[in-house]
């Protein structure tokens, strides 16, 4: 009897999670304005070559040519996908040199100076014990190779105190580098300098008030909107009031039901989206940012 009674108490906090869990998915659902699924036009890429996707990025003034990367236990490469027709048509890898895989999450770009600088978070802490993570920077890519040229090691503060969480989303914006937590409910939002060294603490810049854990984020080269994938939902937010969550305008909400599991997101040049997910499907959304 003592030990039915021990096993239903060790199984009541899992029960009880799995509650938060579904409320914190479920409750407060946002206005939908569009399906991903229902736009997507690229075929799925080939997994074995390109291992999962957890971060995209779309940089060299090509429209239908991207960058990604796997997540944890996959290779310390870059992955360039070609498309034609609607169709992958090109694969190329570039093993990183300077930096190995750990947990890799998310990539961003900067357009400051004209020419794309690329921007890879090493952010992943699914376990929480992680006191710093990393955000390489990559100074060159080229035939079979990623270099990087500065490595930034950051610490996660709030009030003082480190903060220990999962960090999928990485975007950049007007000189700083900001990362969003997977929280579920909300996300913690943090600023990484990119001017005070090589080592620095990230300070909480506010909260984002979500219904489902955050995997992505992208910020256009205008600057002037940000993309904020979930598991269940992207959100598309007018930054030009500035891009800390206080600040932010939603502009729409495009739902992920069906799209498996999203991780990464990036603006395209004409200011489409494109969306990967973790099982290697590609989606391009035509969200009409252009012409906004």
Not at 221 to 236: H, I
Not at 245 to 250: A, F, S, T
């Amino acid at each position: 009897m003592l030990k039915r009674i021990s096993g239903i108490f060790c199984l009541l906090p899992a029960f009880v999670s799995c509650v938060i869990w579904k409320q914190a998915e479920t409750s407060e659902r946002p206005r939908v304005d569009g399906y991903i699924t229902e736009l997507a036009e690229k075929t799925v890429f080939d997994t074995e070559k390109a291992p999962e996707s957890s971060g995209i990025e779309n940089i060299f003034g090509d429209a239908d040519y991207f960058i990604t990367h796997g997540d944890s236990f996959c290779p310390s490469s870059l992955y360039g996908l070609g498309f034609e027709d609607g169709k992958v048509s090109r694969y190329d890898e570039f093993r990183l040199k300077g930096a190995l895989q750990f947990d890799w999450e998310d990539l961003a770009s900067s357009f400051d100076n004209g020419e794309p600088t690329l921007y890879l978070g090493d952010i992943g802490d699914n376990f929480r014990f992680r006191t710093r993570k990393s955000v390489h920077i990559i100074s060159k890519i080229e035939e079979g190779r990623a270099i990087v040229g500065r490595s930034i090691r950051f610490r996660c503060v709030r009030d003082g105190k480190t903060v220990y969480s999962d960090t999928e989303a990485l975007f950049y914006f007007k000189g700083s580098l900001y990362v969003l937590t997977k929280n579920y409910g909300h996300a913690l939002m943090f600023r990484i300098p990119l001017d005070k060294g090589n080592r620095v603490d990230a300070p909480c810049v506010g909260v984002l008030p979500v219904v489902s854990r955050i995997t992505s984020a992208a910020v256009n080269r205008e600057q002037t909107m940000l993309a904020v994938l979930s598991l269940n939902f992207l959100y598309l937010y007018d930054i030009t009031g500035g891009v800390e969550p206080e600040n932010l305008n939603l502009l729409r909400v495009y739902s992920a039901a069906g799209c498996r599991q999203c991780e990464g997101v990036c603006f395209t040049e004409s200011g489409d989206l494109a969306v990967t997910n973790e099982q290697g499907d590609f989606y391009l959304l035509k969200t009409g940012a252009a012409e906004d």
